[in-house]
């Protein structure tokens, strides 16, 4: 059973530019969340897609957006990056919505910006 | 709103002594409760959940946890520790309705000394 994989691994870019990270959830799963780790603290819930459709949404501006494809792979893009986003980014799968609520995370991509 | 408390940022220990890491939630409404596991440039791993039944609940690696529902905490334990649980650990709490966004406390760094 494939786990759930995201790319890039590591990513720098400039201020102002944008960026778009991939994720593969595990088999089966429908349901993708991302959350943006900072240095030294704990993971921070950005959104959730179920069966293609933004389910949740934590405080995040609007320039974050995201899309889940119909093989549930997912994508989160970040428009007009700033310093403060240099981050870890964490993909999330799950089962099924309302099922089963532990979540399987991917190793993360990490964004550095400059 | 929920929010998470992880009341000790590093706990250092020495091999084969016992550990506990607190973590106090806070919910106007009933939520599951979780705990991961995040080792050096890696991503999340579940180490156990409490969602219903028993208070104790064990998981992964020798770890268990107990649930006190008055004093809103989940507390994490083990009984003797190795260098290889040298990691940040994350208590967590999702609403058991809507959203499955997981909302994380701020992670204690546990460090093993020989």
């Known amino acids: 059973e494939t786990g759930v994989t995201q790319s890039p691994t590591h990513l720098i870019k400039t201020r102002g530019q944008q960026v778009t990270l991939r994720c593969s959830s595990q088999s089966g799963h429908n349901t993708v969340s991302w959350y943006q780790q900072a240095l030294g603290q704990g993971p921070q819930f950005i959104f959730q897609?179920?069966?293609?459709?933004?389910?949740g949404r934590g405080n995040f501006p609007p320039r974050f957006s995201g899309l889940q494809f119909p093989n549930y792979s997912s994508e989160l893009n970040v428009n007009a990056l700033e310093l403060d986003d240099s981050a870890l980014y964490l993909c999330a799968s799950s089962l099924e919505l309302g099922r089963s609520y532990e979540q399987y995370f991917g190793p993360g991509t990490r964004l550095t910006v400059t | 709103a929920q929010s998470v408390t992880q009341l000790d940022s590093q706990v250092p220990v020495f091999e084969e002594a016992p550990v506990e890491l607190r973590c106090n939630y806070s919910?106007?409404?009933?939520?599951?409760l979780f705990w991961y596991v995040q080792y050096p440039n890696q991503g999340l791993q579940l180490l156990l959940k409490y969602l219903s039944g028993s208070t104790l609940v064990k998981g992964i690696n020798g770890f268990e946890a107990e649930f006190n529902k008055s004093q809103t905490s989940f507390h994490l334990r083990k009984p003797s520790v190795h260098i290889s649980d040298t990691a940040e650990y994350f208590c967590?709490?999702?609403?058991?309705?809507?959203?499955?966004?997981?909302?994380f406390g701020q992670g204690t760094r546990l460090t093993i000394n020989p």
């Open positions: 919910s106007s409404v009933s939520v599951y």
């Open positions: 967590a709490v999702t609403l058991i309705q809507g959203a499955q966004k997981l909302v």
């Open positions: 897609y179920y069966r293609e459709e933004e389910n």
